[in-house]
């Protein structure tokens, strides 16, 4: 997972890659693909510490509750 302040633009984007809106309409996307029972997104690449990381955690599982997933 690729996650950044801004919404990625142009062609070439991946799934996982982007802001937070970004990557959770990627979760909501895999969550209706039949098989997927549950999707592994790797955040130490994205934060810079502890505090970051459980802020972008915190962040990223709401934002997702919210969509639906």
């Known amino acids: 997972m690729l996650l950044s302040d801004?919404?990625?633009t142009g062609e070439g984007r991946l799934p996982f890659q982007g802001n937070m809106e970004q990557v959770v309409s990627d979760l909501v996307e895999h969550s209706q693909i039949a098989g997927?029972?549950?999707v592994l997104?790797?955040?130490c690449?994205?934060?810079?510490?502890v505090h970051h990381l459980l802020d972008v955690s915190r962040e990223l599982y709401t934002t997702a509750r919210e969509?639906?997933?």
């Open 6 to 8: 801004k919404p990625f």
């Open 36 to 38: 997927i029972d549950e």
């Open 41 to 43: 997104l790797d955040l």
């Open 45 to 49: 690449i994205t934060t810079r510490d």
């Open 67 to 69: 969509a639906g997933v």
